[in-house]
C-alpha cells in the first residue's frame, strides 16, 4: 500500500468557520494527501460564511452554536445520510481531529465497520476549565479525554513534549508525532514595516510586546496584562501590541494601559507583517499543543518569551532563541521581557538563532510523517492488531493495560 490507496475520512468539529491553528493545520493537510494522490472526505459542521474556503470535499454534519461561544458549534451526530456517504466514500482510516460527540460518533463507526482509527490532538482542553472559574473539574475532563484516546488505534501530538505528556496521562500505548511548518515566504525578517508600526502610534524607540492569537482567556491573557503592568512599574519604555480577535477582546482592552495597541484580525501577508514588526512576543499560553505563534515569531527573527509548557518547551530554547518561564510566574516573565527591552543586542541574537531553528520545519515534511503514520496504522491492522488498549490489541508495556485513574 502507498500514498495513493489511501481513502481518509476526517471528522473535525470545525474546518474552516473559524481561522486558526487547528483549521489550518488540517486543511494543509488535506491540500497535501490530495496532491500525493490520496482521497479525502471531510466532516465538519458548515456554516454560511466561513473564515476561508475549505480544500477539499466537505460535508456538513448537523450543529448547535456553542453555549457562551456563538463563534464555534458542537457538532451532534452521524445522520443516516453521513453515513451513507461515508460508506460510498469507502473509507480505509478515520481521522478525528476533535474529541466531541462527532468524534465519538466516528469512532463507532470505524469499530463498528472494523477500520482502523486515529486522532490528531491540537489543544489542552483539560486545562480549559481553569480559567472559566472551574478548575476542579480538570480531573473528570482529563478522565473523559482518556477514555476517548484510548479507543484510537494511535494519537498524534504536535509536539515532543506534547507527546509525552501524552503519554504521561495515559492517553493511549501508541503516541505519534505530527508536527507543524511555517510559511517561510510569509513569516521572515523583511516583513518588519516600520511604516507599518508608525502608523499605529508605536515609536521608533518603543519595544513592541506581541501578543498574537484568539482573545480568549484561556490564552493567558491575565499573565500577559501582568506582565506588561510590570514592565510599567520598572520604567521599561514598551507598548502592548496585540494582533488577534475574540470574545475577551472588551476585557483585554480594559485590562491593558490605554496606550495598548490592538491590530485586530490579521492574516496572510498581514499577519507576517505584523509578527515581524514586534520586537519581543509574549506567549503565556499554556494550553497549546504546538504553538504556531511561537514559530511564527521565531521565522520572523522575533525572540520569543513563553510560558515553559507543551508546545513553546518544544520550540524555544531557553537563552538561545528565548526564554521559557514557569506558567504564571508573573514576576519572571517581566524580568525575561526586560532583559529583551533594554539589550537590543540580546534581541537582535535571539532573532537570529531562532530564525535558524524555524528552518526545521516544512510543512510538505511535517505532512509527509502524517501520511507515513497512516500507512503504519493500516498495516498493523492488516496484520491482525487492533492498535489501542481495550480492543484486544497490543498491551501497553509490561504487559498490562493501566487502570483508568
Keep these: 500500500m502507498d500514498v495513493t490507496d489511501l481513502r481518509i475520512a476526517l471528522f473535525t468539529g470545525n474546518y474552516n468557520y473559524v481561522r486558526d491553528g487547528a483549521n489550518q493545520a488540517l486543511n494543509r493537510l488535506v491540500d497535501y494527501l490530495l496532491r500525493q494522490g490520496a482521497a479525502v472526505r471531510v466532516y465538519s459542521p458548515k456554516v454560511k460564511k466561513p473564515a476561508f474556503e475549505p480544500i477539499g470535499d466537505l460535508v456538513g454534519v448537523p450543529a448547535i452554536p456553542l453555549p457562551g461561544r456563538a463563534e464555534y458549534r458542537a ?116 516583513a518588519r514595516d516600520l511604516g507599518w508600526r508608525r502608523a499605529l502610534g ?106 515553559d509548557a507543551t508546545g513553546s518547551r518544544s520550540l524555544v530554547v531557553p537563552g538561545l532563541t528565548g526564554q521559557l518561564i514557569r506558567p504564571g510566574a508573573v514576576h519572571y516573565f517581566v524580568d525575561a521581557v526586560e532583559h529583551y527591552c533594554r539589550d537590543a543586542d540580546a534581541r537582535t541574537r535571539a532573532g537570529a538563532a531562532g530564525r535558524a531553528e524555524s528552518r526545521a520545519y516544512e510543512w510538505d515534511t511535517v505532512n509527509q510523517a502524517m501520511v507515513d503514520g497512516y500507512l503504519r496504522i493500516i498495516r498493523q491492522r492488516a496484520r491482525g492488531s487492533r492498535g489501542a488498549p481495550g480492543l484486544g490489541g497490543v498491551p501497553w508495556a509490561g504487559g498490562q493495560v493501566p487502570p483508568a485513574r
Design 75 to 190: 457538532p451532534l451526530v452521524l445522520t443516516p445520510g453521513v453515513k451513507k456517504d461515508i460508506h460510498a466514500f469507502g473509507a480505509n482510516l478515520i481521522h478525528v481531529a476533535s474529541p466531541e460527540l462527532l468524534g465519538h460518533a466516528a469512532l463507532r463507526h470505524a469499530h463498528k465497520n472494523a477500520l482502523p482509527a486515529v486522532a490528531s490532538v491540537h489543544t489542552r482542553f483539560e486545562t480549559y476549565p481553569r480559567y472559566y472559574g472551574f478548575a476542579f473539574l480538570e480531573p473528570m475532563v482529563e478522565a473523559a479525554l482518556r477514555r476517548f484516546y484510548r479507543r484510537c488505534d494511535a494519537i498524534f501530538a504536535p509536539s515532543d513534549s506534547m507527546a509525552q505528556l501524552l503519554r504521561d496521562q495515559r492517553m493511549n500505548f501508541d503516541v505519534g508525532i505530527w508536527s507543524r511548518g511555517v510559511e517561510r515566504d510569509v513569516f521572515t525578517p523583511e
Design 202 to 307: 508605536i515609536q521608533d524607540d518603543e519595544v513592541a510586546i506581541g501578543f498574537v492569537g484568539r482573545l480568549v482567556m484561556e490564552k493567558g491573557l491575565d499573565v500577559f496584562a501582568d506582565t506588561i503592568d510590570g514592565l510599567a512599574r520598572r520604567g521599561v519604555r514598551a507598548r502592548a501590541l496585540i494582533v488577534g480577535d475574540g470574545p475577551a477582546r472588551d476585557w483585554f482592552e480594559k485590562r491593558l494601559p490605554d496606550d495598548a495597541v490592538f491590530a485586530g484580525f490579521q492574516r496572510g501577508a498581514d499577519l507576517g507583517r505584523a509578527t515581524a514588526s514586534m520586537d519581543v512576543m509574549l506567549n503565556p499560553s499554556v494550553t497549546e499543543t504546538f504553538g504556531n505563534v511561537t514559530l511564527e515569531a521565531m521565522a520572523c527573527g522575533v525572540p520569543v518569551v513563553a510560558a
